[in-house]
């Protein structure tokens, strides 16, 4: 299987995993380090070794990382540009370390210097960091905005525009995430329209450059701009959207990750919820928030397979 949860990291990258074991992922997201903070401690080889370990022991595969919240790609301030650029480069070749295939970042926030500011700066900063990165197997991914304020690439066209620019478009990824997709307006609600929207994705700019998704639900309305999740049927999106992304002959096998709200056993409701949506097509599942019992379903598989000889962790671009 194919699905997993973003996990904590509190008390060591390798606790991110043994958490993602116990509520029955089969793929595991995570930070790097502190999301809050600029800098973060060394990672030693000592902690890289039992990673390397942990996940051998719960058999978690496929393992990727989301940049911390801080970094601005977009940023038109040139320290604060230059800041980010720096410690997204930290946090890649930590990924690197680790052996992880990519990391997801937002594009950022253009702060008000205009889309076309906003899509020079962050083309800079990936062309800068492809450079910095060259050789290495790690690779950026880029997720869609929700659409708020001055956020860059809450449309498909931007993330495109993006694309167009950088000198190595062949080593980009992208992850879309539900919940963005539908607070900028792409009604994914029926099966119907989240094919118009992959068919979109696709033109603009290829179903083969996606990487992985977010699954989650939304709080507010489409068109909302606001990146507000909520668990899987218990929002504006309902399940069709998610039984028909489980079951795209395409992208269905790709890594997805939820990032619903964190209480009680939430985790292993969502993920059990979005595993039956996947049987049969499911089969048995109607109907917005028709959630299955706590605790029920949430067994471990085995995750994607290695994408290459020599153990990385996960399919490369």
């Known amino acids: 299987m194919n699905l997993g949860a973003h996990m904590s990291i509190a008390g060591g990258l390798p606790r991110a995993l043994e958490r993602g ?49 801080l970094i601005n790609l977009c940023a038109p301030d040139e320290k604060e540009w230059a800041r980010s650029v720096d410690a ?13 295939p990519f990391v997801i970042i ?10 076309d500011a906003g899509l020079e700066r962050i ?17 950026i991914v880029l997720e869609n905005a929700a659409g708020a304020g001055n956020l860059v690439g809450s449309r498909l066209e931007e993330l495109r525009g993006i694309l167009e620019r950088v000198r190595e478009p062949e080593r980009l990824g992208f992850c879309l995430d539900t919940c963005h997709l539908f607070a ?37 309305g489409l068109g909302s701009g606001l990146d507000r999740h909520e668990h899987i049927g218990q929002g504006q999106i ?6 028909a992304l489980l079951n795209h002959p395409r992208v269905g096998g790709l890594p997805m990750s939820i990032e619903t709200p964190k209480a009680e056993d939430w985790d292993q409701r969502n993920l059990a919820t979005l595993r039956a949506l996947r049987d049969s097509g499911g089969a048995g599942l109607s109907g917005r928030g028709s959630l299955p019992p706590s605790g ?5 598989g085995s995750g994607s397979s290695r994408g290459r000889s020599g153990g990385r962790r996960s399919g490369r671009s």
């Open 184 to 220: 900028a307006g792409y009604d994914i609600r029926t099966r119907e329209g989240l094919a118009a929207t992959l068919d979109a994705f696709d033109r603009l700019i290829g179903l083969d450059r996606l990487r992985a998704f977010h699954l989650n639900d939304a709080k507010k």
């Open 123 to 139: 083309t800079a900063a990936i062309d800068d960091l492809h450079r910095r990165t060259q050789g290495l197997g790690v690779r």
């Open 296 to 300: 029920r379903g949430a067994r471990s």
């Open 106 to 115: 937002h594009p950022g926030s253009h702060k008000g210097a205009g889309l």
């Open 21 to 69: 074991k116990a509520v029955g992922c089969s793929i595991v997201q995570l930070f790097l380090k502190n999301q809050v903070r600029w800098a973060g401690r060394p990672l030693t080889a000592e902690e890289a070794a039992e990673f390397t370990r942990v996940q051998a022991e719960t058999g978690i595969r496929t393992v990727f990382a989301h940049a911390t919240y």
């Open 238 to 243: 309902g399940l069709e959207a998610f039984r």
């Open 88 to 100: 997204f480069h930290d946090e890649l070749l930590r990924a690197e370390t680790l052996r992880l």
